[in-house]
């Protein structure tokens, strides 16, 4: 099974910009769909982004459109999440996943401060 970790959260202020990576291992990286979800305390988990196997197509959920980029290196089997404008409610555990959802890395914590 495919193996993946996250890194790249910190503590910031409402404003301020973060990039996110998921390095991925033991699968195919480029014949999948890859994504990014969060988890803020005592929440269900939450769809942000996700993206196609070349990078060609993306998609957002509304509430971070226009403030966040999905990308991805294929050659470094490595998925991004470039979150600008970063705003409290920002604030959770972030994770990446391949389109099968089977597999998570252990998240890493963006947490943004008014």
């Known amino acids: 099974q495919v193996q993946l970790g996250e890194s790249g959260g910190g503590l910031v202020q409402a404003g301020d910009s973060l990039r996110l990576s998921c390095g991925a291992s033991?699968?195919?990286?480029?014949?999948?769909?890859m994504g990014w979800f969060r988890q803020a305390p005592g929440k269900e988990r939450e769809f942000v982004a996700v993206?196609?196997?070349?990078?060609?197509?993306?998609y957002y959920t509304d509430s971070v459109k226009g403030r966040f980029t999905i990308s991805r290196d294929n050659a470094k089997n490595t998925l991004y999440l470039q979150m600008n404008t970063l705003k409290p409610e920002d604030t959770a555990l972030y994770y990446c996943a391949r389109s099968t959802l089977a597999n998570w890395g252990q998240g890493t914590q963006v947490t943004v401060s008014s």
């Open positions: 033991g699968g195919d990286f480029s014949m999948y769909y």
């Open positions: 993206i196609s196997r070349s990078g060609g197509h993306t």
